[in-house]
């Protein structure tokens, strides 16, 4: 069931919304057990069912959301609960106040069942990273559901919410959408507000919403988006943005020379796309991005070395987790030690790293020069087309524990989607059939900044034309 | 190659207790990975771009210079929220 049919159905008065969040609670009950989407479930969704179907039986004005029961990744801060970025030194912090985009889903009526899986503060592409366990694939429970915000795409994707809110630094919401055959949205950076999220890489990092349908997606994306004076680098959309129609027809580039090194399945599928969208009358052109290949090490730079900044704060002082030594340095040494997964440690160590003296110059001084070189890129792509197409990943859903030891391998999942993070561009991942295995594939569409607008367009056609 | 006495050395500098093992582990990874990274060294950047210093635009946006209390917030809450306190304070150990 999508968003927009249970409005329907709880306008008609076909369905309430604790009979809505009771098939939430049950199904989640069945099914959480395995998957291990959540981390744990809101009991309070009953009480906030009970006001909703109050609020729907008094009538008048509905907040859009109303009723909805929504999955919350947990490095979204919700006031009053536990938010641990799935780490061991947050496990028991809770969270002093609401990110923005919470207070929105609020005001908006909409029902938040829990907090989901991730890989600790956000670093890994499979939730295997996690302090509390993977989560499994909906669609193989011996897969991964990708990562960073896999328990938000396994949540959506096995019908135990109707949506979900993650987090995209470099993917980490697009790669578990296309790996649980969810609609996953990167927005525009400074569309949505990062007030209440938990900074992994604060140049990188957008909040976005991941659900079974466009429409779904593009609903709680214009509830969540919005310009803050909690988050200075959120900006307001410019004025007047002309929507495309249903049926506009666009011109899509592709980076031909960046199709390297992926699954020849997920190849041909991103091919079968094309040609099914050409055959609706759209233009396919080859365009040429030359920086776009140093994509992924800019982001290997930037993104370690913002997140051993942000990451500094967790100490033990202020909040969470406290492992005492000799002195304050210890503290610090073995609250961070003990508190902090593998990887976080990994990418807090190469973070330190790239930012040390004499080292600066060479990796994020120059990553941060070739990253204006890929926005510049982009900048000239869209003067010539509307719309940019790329898979969403190079692989299909692998196995847990495929390449949880190779850091690099699991890194290079990333190769599709941190371009948009990296320039700062909206992405969409729309779910594009199966392979041989049944494991989804995923079809991915960058827009100009702030045109999510179109990529809900063309979006919603791929959707309605999807041979699966 | 990463030697073994750096890695120690940005051990500290990350405030980070991390066994022997563990070390010599990172410092495999960090090689591998820095390896995948330093092919931005053959990227020729243009005489033309500015100067950047960080990775964003420089455009800072300013507010007014008036105290506007975070309502949602009281101070109690975030005092209670750390380890080590007592009523008005956050206990730490001593710095000197």
């Known amino acids: ?468 | 190659m990463i030697k073994s006495a750096e890695v120690e050395n940005l051990a500290i500098l990350a405030r980070l207790a991390l066994d022997p093992a563990e070390l010599a582990a990172i410092a495999k990874d960090l090689g591998s990975i820095l390896d995948y990274v330093k092919q931005l060294s053959e990227v020729t950047i243009p005489a033309d771009q500015p100067e950047m210093t960080d990775a964003m635009a420089p455009i800072n946006v300013f507010r007014e210079d008036v105290v506007a209390p975070f309502p949602a917030v009281s101070t109690g809450d975030l005092i209670v929220a750390a380890p080590k306190h007592d009523e008005h304070f956050v206990r730490v150990k001593k710095i000197l």
């Open chain 1, 1 to 468: 069931m999508t968003i927009i049919e249970a409005q329907k159905q709880l306008r008609a008065g076909e369905l309430t919304a604790g009979q809505l969040v009771e098939r939430c609670l049950a199904k989640i009950e069945a099914d959480n057990p395995k998957l291990n989407a959540f981390l744990e479930v809101f009991k309070e969704a009953r009480e906030q069912a009970a006001a909703a179907d109050a609020l729907i039986k008094r009538g008048g004005e509905w907040p859009p959301l109303l009723g909805i029961p929504l999955a919350i990744k947990d490095n979204i801060l919700i006031e009053g609960r536990i938010a641990s970025a799935a780490s061991r030194i947050l496990q028991n912090y809770r969270a002093s106040y609401d990110a923005t985009v919470i207070k929105k889903l609020k005001a908006a009526g909409a029902i938040l069942l829990g907090r989901t899986n991730m890989d600790e503060f956000a670093m890994g592409s499979s939730t295997e990273h996690s302090a509390f366990g993977p989560t499994k694939n909906p669609h193989d429970p011996t897969r991964t559901p990708g990562g960073s915000s896999g328990g938000s795409a396994a949540a959506v994707a096995a019908g135990l919410a109707l949506g979900a809110l993650g987090s995209d630094t470099g993917g980490s919401i697009r790669q578990p959408a296309s790996f649980c055959g969810v609609v996953g949205l990167k927005p525009t950076y400074g569309a949505v507000s990062r007030s209440g999220l938990m900074a992994m890489a604060s140049s990188l990092d957008q909040i976005g919403p991941l659900t079974t349908s466009v429409a779904d997606a593009e609903l709680l994306f214009q509830t969540i988006a919005g310009r803050d004076p909690l988050d200075a680098t959120s900006v307001a959309p410019p004025a007047g943005a002309i929507s495309p129609s249903p049926e506009a027809k666009f011109k899509i580039g592709v980076p031909e020379d960046f199709l390297v090194g992926l699954g020849e399945e997920v190849l041909i599928n991103f091919r079968q796309t094309l040609a099914r969208l050409q055959a609706l009358g759209h233009e396919i052109q080859n365009i040429s991005l030359p920086y776009l290949k140093y994509s992924l090490a800019c982001y290997y730079i930037i993104m370690p070395a913002e997140s051993s900044t942000n990451l500094a704060r967790f100490d033990g002082v202020r909040y969470g987790d406290y492992q005492a030594g000799e002195n304050l340095f210890a503290d610090y040494a073995q609250t961070r030690g003990a508190g902090f997964g593998p990887e976080v440690r990994r990418r807090i160590m190469l973070g330190t790293y790239v930012l040390s003296a004499g080292y600066y110059d060479a990796y994020y001084g120059r990553a941060v020069r070739v990253r204006q070189l890929i926005q510049n890129d982009f900048a000239a792509a869209f003067r010539q087309v509307a719309l940019i197409a790329l898979p969403t990943a190079p692989t299909t859903a692998f196995k847990i524990g495929e390449k949880v030891s190779d850091p690099l391998q699991m890194y290079l999942e990333d190769i599709f989607t941190v371009p948009a993070n990296i320039s700062g561009v909206p992405a969409l991942s729309i779910p594009s059939g199966r392979d041989a295995r049944g494991l989804p594939f995923g079809f991915q569409l960058f827009a100009p900044p702030f045109g999510e607008a179109a990529l809900f367009a063309l979006g919603k056609q791929v959707e309605q034309h999807d041979l699966a």
